[in-house]
């Protein structure tokens, strides 16, 4: 590819609302550009990279046995009401409706599809397991689009979904795709790590995320220095932390003007604020429930959710809390009493404490010496909080890392949720009819690219490890001017026939300044320099973007020094 023939267009400028590194470096670079708000068009650079991602995916889910299908974006709602999720998903669906009234939505993701149509032909347990995937876009409706490529409103994915006779079957799929997809993000050159995680809105009895290890990743991970465990925060159950403190003191109300937070009210009382018990009310569905944590801990609004079973997930509102008898800042259970509107719940940490201080149910007053046990009466008690830098690995108890991750993948065990709903059911060798046992597999494929960016950039731009680099060697010559230079790089660039595709000759009639410049911006993990000292020595330059390292070689020996590097990081995942 000639540079002089490459649609890039850079900018200058950045809009403000380029935030995150390959939002900028995307944009910066030509590599896509903004159609709407969370909708992208790809260029030519982009786009290459996407594709070098989907023939990675193919190559490795081909191995485990699945056929590439493709189905519709636009579906029916029928199918989605059978299974509950058209509520479920609520704005952030796309709906629409047909010329005759009927209702329909933009594919978020197909569960529903692919279950109808596994079960149009299969219905014979000499017919499983069935094994599909398709690579698409999907259409969320975020209430926030942001950060570019991770998260938008319309995006490639990957999607697979797998059909058995019983779970056996189902442990072994999932294997299957686990490893594929360890192998896929390897291959991807990535540093990432497969975490538990919560099913979410899929459903399902077990689920693990892929999760790229980078500072702008929005989900918070764990996992532990001395064993295997690695989990989403919100998927993680911690430990009960006993309280080490005895209190035989009775409760006491105590004035506390105008401290309606809880450092407001340990700063006020010099109570530790792990001695002290936090009130957050929610809104699920349509039940108000208030959530009790000890002080420096925070509520896994997931876990809340899942308890629950909830669809609809907020806080509670000034109405909600007045209809229910709650003074904002300054809730306790204490007094209270549940009703089928009202529910109240107690992490098991909170249970633990004594001496503690909290609300009164009144304002400006607070309680002391609370021994949660013994005063808060009929309360729901389980594990609502989540794990914190102070806590252990639940699994060996060694310590742990708190860290940030880009989703990029999550398999899902989803057993009969769907075949059970949808009628997807297979006869056993006895006649005996009974629901399929499914799984499903998903890979953002546009967000791979996005967090391939967020982990491997520096000041200058992208630094690709060579797999998904749209190109993997760029050719610059530094003085156009030269008829001898600009022969020697043309020579060696038809030299290059076996990476024909993966080289750009920068033929561009601009400084040579400006082309290393680019060069790095785009991310070339190979930059061949011919330029005056291949005019005194005969030696041309090749550099490294990811170290930087410059090697000298003549030009009659660059070919084969570039072959040999290239292949070097293949085999590395550079």
Known sequence: MLASRLYSPTLRELPSDAVVMSHKYMLKAGMMRKIANGTYAYLPLAFR??????????????????????????????????????????EEMFKLKDRHGRDYCLAPTHEELVTTLI?????????????????????????????????????????????DADQEGLDKQYKLMYDAYTRIFTRCGLNFRPVIADSGAIGGNASHEFEVLADSGEADIVYCKHCDFAANI???????????????????????????????????????????????????????????VRGDHEVNEVRLQN???????????????????????????IGLKRTKDFDIICDATVMETQDACCGANEKDKHYIHVNPKRDFGDVRVDTIRQIDANDVCPECGGE????????????????????????????????????????????????????????????????????????????????????????????????????????????????????????????????????KKWQQTGNVEIRLRRTGEVIEVPLEECHDKVMEILKDLHEKNL
Request: aromatic share 8%; hydrophobic share 35%.
């Open 119 to 163: 079960s149009m032909d299969t219905t014979s347990y000499k017919q499983l397991p069935v094994s599909v995937y398709q690579i698409q876009n999907k259409y969320r409706d975020e209430k926030r689009p942001r950060f570019g490529l991770m998260r938008s409103r319309e995006f490639i994915m990957k999607d697979g979904y797998t059909f």
């Open 307 to 333: 308890i629950y079973g909830a669809i609809n997930v907020g806080m509670a509102s000034d109405e909600d809390l007045e209809r229910v008898g709650l003074t904002a800042g300054y809730i306790s259970p």
């Open 234 to 292: 919100e998927a993680v159950e911690p430990n009960t932390i006993p309280c080490g403190i005895k209190n035989d003191k009775e409760k006491e109300i105590v004035e506390t003007p105008g401290q309606h937070t809880i450092e407001m009210v340990c700063n006020f009382l010099h109570a530790p604020i792990k001695q002290s018990v936090k009130a957050v009310v929610y809104k699920l569905d349509d039940k108000v429930v208030l959530a009790m």
């Open 400 to 531: 742990i890392v708190l860290t940030k991750g880009i989703e990029v993948g999550q398999v899902f065990k989803l057993g009969t949720k769907y075949s059970e709903k949808l009628g997807a059911t297979y006869l056993d060798s006895n006649g005996k009819s009974h629901p399929m046992v499914m799984g499903c597999y998903g890979i953002g494929v546009t967000r791979t690219v996005a967090a391939s960016i967020e982990q491997n950039h520096d000041d200058d731009g992208i630094i690709w490890p060579v797999a998904i680099a749209p190109y993997e060697v760029v050719i610059v010559p530094a003085n156009n001017k030269s008829e001898e230079v600009m022969g020697a790089a043309k020579k060696l660039y038809d030299e290059m026939e076996d990476k024909a595709d993966e080289v750009v000759l920068d033929d561009r009639n601009e400084r040579a300044g400006i082309k290393f410049k680019d060069a790095d911006l785009i991310g070339y993990p190979v930059r061949v320099t011919i330029g």
């Open 49 to 90: 990279s996407i594709q070098k991602v989907e023939k990675i995916i193919r190559e490795e889910i081909n191995k485990t046995g699945a056929q590439e299908i493709l189905m519709p974006i636009v579906q029916p709602a029928e199918i989605w009401q059978k299974t509950g999720r058209w509520a479920v998903y609520g």
